[in-house]
């Protein structure tokens, strides 16, 4: 018989509502063991901005009792560590990636590509090597503007669910479409019904006509509990209505969730599946301010303290070795870490031979089975990059043995209380600024109470060096970061008011062209990429959280927006296009000093603390601030896309900034 390893994302719940059976080919099993181990069965809940205390385990609130009975069947991951955010976690898994190596932006369904790499071999394709029946349902989140980015058509026998990010629970509508789909075309007709209870029934269906000879893969990623806050009466009246609005909702959306998981496990038992399954429950980030609890931990969802990063999480089901049930495992380990641990069970090697092909980022996943499973007690996991500049917020850090060193402004700072949130304003208006960086003690502080940065300045000194190398060593996935029209049209046209891929398969088509540039000005192309011009990143949702009239600067393409003219006064740079000349590019600093907040490079007001061209050794520099330049971002494949970043004026990139007055684009 063999186990099944079951996965399941909380970001919506599934109960009962009566889904088309799906046909299901089931492949002929040629060889289902490791040496004379049976394959297990691997399912995934994945469950969508679920606090660390929105469960009845960590809390005494919720009303959990199925995944509660789950996690005291298993063992519990005390040190379990996502991303900040949707997209780039769900990437991470994915791709076997930690997120600065894959993707840290997330795209809303007009976006072209964005997700994971199309060169980055997905751990269903990996699974399948082993003869894994492989399904996903739910939230995708990983890609979608062209067919081959669809999960089909990345390892997965079968696909239910929403391309993008969020949407309504009841209808299934993001932004004026309908979002869901069915393996390759849109879900017309199954639209309408409370997502959770559609994706619960038609796992009980996977799981009904599944042939139990063969090894199964269910990534399972719910919509609950991301906004809006919905959920059916027969949850929410599980509360007292005296409890605040926004709680009472979350909290009914996880009993929702809850009640799929029971289904679904029970599904498993009749089967004759359970005994042989390994059972993985996780958020994909922390909870969110407004509704979720993170308690003890401090901050929320979109930070970089503990309740936004450090996950809700345990392993369960038969498979999972009867030492470790009622454990608690104190070792530190990141969603991408499953991808090594899953190949390891199957019996495959989980190098990703095709992206080293490409030059893309080889994977950074560990094999945590060892730990899991009781052989050890340890993590090989002792460095997790949090995250860099370029994604949202633009804050960065990273965690190294028992330090975490933050540099940024960190908003959602606060502390919360066992029952959270009370009112609206009740976790507004706490931030702190962390510059230069701040620095705690994880192990002996995981609250995060105590800034020790002034203490040990030799620590403070090496994280920093160690997030200069992470933001060196960033990799986003290609894509376009403002809106496609043409993807509303082919929803419209083709799939008649549902969202789709509508680029063909391949690299991202560039954006629609841009007017004439401008015939005063400059193009600035550098050296190691001639084609490329330094730009104005537009619609950049990357540093609002900073100031919304902030825009990044990037290379892309050369055209009306990659104009640039010199300040005669200041010898400062400016667009020609879109900006004045008192709009100059920059880096964040506080008080006009040489105290730099990012290391991104912006277009800002910063009046004589631009950045400024020097001719003589063709560099960005930062005037006044020693020996800073503007330099290019990655070392992974060409430029397009990167980002100007702050680094020592001696490093090769620094120099080869050519002016180029000329209009051809």
Known sequence: ILPILLLVMLDGLALSLLVCCCALVVSTVVDVSVGDKALPHIVYFLVDDLGYANTGFTNDEPLTPNIDELASQGAILESFYTYKFCSPSRSSFLSGRLPYHVNEMNQPPNYPAGGVDRNMTMISEVLKRSNYSCHQLGKWHAGMSSADRLPINRGFDSSFGYLSGSEDHFRQIRSGEVDLWWNNQPAYGLNGTYGTFMYSNHSINLIKDHNPAQPLFMYIAFQNVHVPLQVPDMFLDRYNSSIFSPRRHCLGMISAVDDAI?????????????????????????????????????????????????????????????????????????????????????????????????????????????????????????????????????????????????????????????????????????????????????????????????????????????????????????????????????????????????????????????????????FLRHSSAPTLCITVQQNNETLFGVDGNVLGVVFGQCDAYSKWAIDEDTNTIYNVQIALKNKKVSFLHQDQSCDILTDVAVMKNYHDMGVIYVARTRTLQVPGCGNQCATPSTKWGDLRNATLILNDCSVSSASGFILDPSNVQ
């Open 262 to 522: 029971g289904n679904i496990t029970a599904a498993l038992k009749e089967a004759n599946l359970f005994d042989n399954t390994l059972i993985i429950f996780s958020s994909d980030n922390g909870g969110p301010s407004d509704h979720a609890n993170n308690y003890p931990f401090r901050g929320a969802k979109g930070t970089l303290f503990e309740g936004g990063i450090r996950a809700v999480a345990f392993v369960a089901g038969g498979y999972l070795p009867k030492n470790m049930i009622g454990q608690k495992i104190p070792g530190r380990m990141h969603i991408a870490d499953w991808y090594s641990t899953f190949a390891y069970l199957v019996g495959q090697d989980p190098t990703d031979v095709k992206a080293q092909a490409a030059n893309l980022p080889p994977i950074d996943s560990f094999n945590m089975w060892p730990m899991l499973s009781g052989q050890n007690y340890t993590s090989p996991r002792n460095t997790i990059p949090l995250a860099t500049p370029f994604g949202t917020l633009n804050v960065t850090g990273i965690i190294d043995g028992p330090y975490k060193f933050l540099r940024g402004f960190m908003d959602n700072s606060y502390f919360p209380g066992i029952h959270m949130p009370n009112s609206s304003a009740a976790w507004k208006n706490q931030s702190i600024s962390c510059f230069p960086g701040c620095l705690f003690n994880i192990e002996t502080d995981p609250i995060e109470h105590m800034e020790i940065s002034a203490q040990y300045p030799e620590i403070v000194t090496r994280m920093a060096a160690l997030t200069d190398e992470m933001i060196a060593d960033h990799y986003q996935s290609p894509g376009i970061f403002h809106a496609d029209p043409d993807a509303r049209s082919v929803a419209e046209e083709k799939y008649h008011g549902f969202w789709g891929p509508w680029q063909p398969s391949g690299p991202p088509l560039p954006p629609p062209p841009a007017p004439p540039a401008p015939s005063s000005g400059v």
